[in-house]
Every structure is written in C-alpha cells, then in structure tokens.
C-alpha cells in the first residue's frame, strides 16, 4: 500500500482504526501500535469521548484538567490507563510528548489560550496535531500556522448523568489544516460514525446555532410547560405523545410545513386567552413575553396579522 503521509492510515474493519506512524515500520510492526493521544478536559463531552475513541484504537497516554479529580475520575474509566493531572502539569514539563493527537475538550474559552500554551509554552512539537470538538470555535483559534490541527464536531447532547450514546448514529463534522490531517480526522471519525461531513468553520456555526435552536431552546421549553404543569399539579409526562409526534413530523416534512397551534392559523381569540392565562400564574408571568415573542415570529413566518 502507497504510503503518502506520516500519518496515512488504514481501516482493516470497521470500529478498528490502524496508523502508520513511522516510516520503515511494516505494516505488521505498526498493527502492533496504538494510535497515542492526550486528553485535555474531563466535562461532559470527554467523559463520553474518551471511552469511545478508545474502543475504536486510540490509546490515550494522558489525561489533563482544569480539576485533578475529574481527571483522575475520567482516567480511571479507561482501559488505556493513562496518566492524569492538573493543567499546572503544563507549566512544569509534565506534558506527554510522546502522542500523534492532543484533544482540547475544554470550555470554548479556554481554547485559544490552551492551544497557545501547547504550541510555545510547553513546545509542542510542530508535527503534533491539535484538536478541538468545538462546534463553536472556528480552526483558526489552533493556530494552524503553528503546526496541523483539525476539528472533529459530535453533533449531539452529552451529560455525564446519561447512558453513553450511541455514536454510530451521531453526525460527526470535521475540518483540517491540511489534506494529511484532514484524511487522518476523517478515518477517525468514520470508525466511529456512519454520518460524516467535511464542514468549514462557518458552516459548522450554523450547524451548531441549529443545534441551540433544535436542541436548547426547544429543552427550554419544555422547561416552561414543566415549570407551568408543576404549579398546577399536572403530570409532565401527558406531554410525551405530543413530543414525540412533533419529532416525527418534523423529520419527515419541513416543519414549518406541519407547524400547528393557534399562532400559525391566526387564532387572535385563544392566543388572547392564553396571554391572560400567563398573566394570571404566578410562573406564567415570567414566560409572557417568550409567549408573545414566539406567536409573533410564527405568525410572521406564516405571513398571518392578527
């Protein structure tokens, strides 16, 4: 097999993930290696991240937070059993050189700063690749002038208190600084998933501003009728039939095509109703004007006036 890049890889079968990661090693000699990565972050997404890369070939050599004992909690889970520490490792040479793939799956903030250190406060070599899981942050807060770095985006919810998701079913976007990274993100991601896209920076912002309007705002309002339900002792799970319809629906049409409810069909009397139902709850208060603000945009969208 032509070998091109240092990194070139090789998928014998899926959810198994093998690396040429030095040239003159046979295929055979590098079979026998894992793919070596550091872990920067211990929150949400890397108590997920780190166990499924895992089962996939990654051999995680480190495992750094902010917080020692999400580190060493998150360490502890893993079968590599990787070394694990502070961020204060990184100011005293404590950082493992040794690895092909350093995942910051830190707070968006935090990662500007944190791939600067990496690349000259602890030298990181110029062949290391940078990785971010930020569907926020464009590829240039790594710093790709520095050396390779990429993005590889989970489109997905993650909460330590959830069951491990399935990651199969999970689209997975990615981008590169370069073809040889790109090409190593994108063997990566396909052990792991059979939704792969190749997203720009900007394209992957409104994915991800998509992702607030589908997933964050809509939880908030379920929140509101939770919020609304328990003040007048009504069972929130009444609402799980509607929910799951509406999901439906909205997969198989463009949903604004099956929107529904009084706003989209201009029902100026229950939308008056149930303003003055908001005003009458002492909860409901505080959501009138999400209320009014929501009939408005869909009344707009639907092109009604009432």
């Known amino acids: 097999m032509e070998q091109h890049s240092k990194f070139r ?29 550091v872990l920067i972050g211990a929150g949400n997404v890397a108590f997920h991240l780190a166990p499924a890369l895992e089962r996939v070939g990654i051999c995680w050599v480190q495992v750094l937070s902010r917080n020692a004992e999400n580190a060493g909690a998150l360490a502890a889970r893993l079968r590599s059993k990787p070394a694990w ?8 040479d404590g950082l493992d050189m040794s690895a092909q793939l350093y995942f910051l799956a830190v707070r968006d903030e935090a990662v500007p700063a944190l791939a600067s250190c990496l690349r000259e406060q602890a030298a990181l070599p110029q062949d290391r690749i940078l990785v971010h899981v930020s569907g926020a942050l464009p590829l240039e807060v790594l710093k790709p002038d520095s050396g390779p770095c990429g993005v590889l985006y989970f489109l997905q919810t993650f909460s330590k208190s959830a069951p491990c998701p399935d990651f199969s079913r999970i689209p997975v976007c990615i981008e590169a600084s370069d073809s040889p990274t790109l090409e190593c993100l994108e063997r990566l991601a396909r052990s792991l998933s059979g939704k792969v896209r190749v997203l720009d920076s900007r394209q992957r912002s409104f994915l991800h501003l998509g992702g607030v309007f589908a997933c964050n705002y809509v939880n908030f309002m379920y929140t509101v009728a939770y919020d609304l339900f328990r003040e007048q002792g009504i069972d929130f799970s009444l ?20 929107q529904t409810g009084p706003a989209a069909r201009g029902d100026a009397a229950v939308l ?6 908001l005003a009458s709850s002492e909860t409901g208060r505080a959501y009138l004007e ?9 009344q707009e969208r639907a092109g009604k006036k009432i």
């Open 290 to 298: 999400v209320y009014r603000l929501l009939a408005k945009a869909v």
């Open 272 to 277: 008056a109703r149930q303003e003055a139902l």
């Open 9 to 37: 890889s090789v998928m014998d079968e899926p959810g198994q993930f093998d690396f040429y990661l030095v040239p003159g090693l046979s295929l055979e000699e590098q079979r026998e290696r894992k793919l070596r990565a």
């Open 85 to 92: 520490g502070g961020l204060e490792v990184l100011e005293k």
């Open 239 to 258: 609402l799980a039939p509607l929910m799951e319809e509406t999901l439906r629906k909205a997969e198989a049409n463009p949903p604004f095509a099956v």
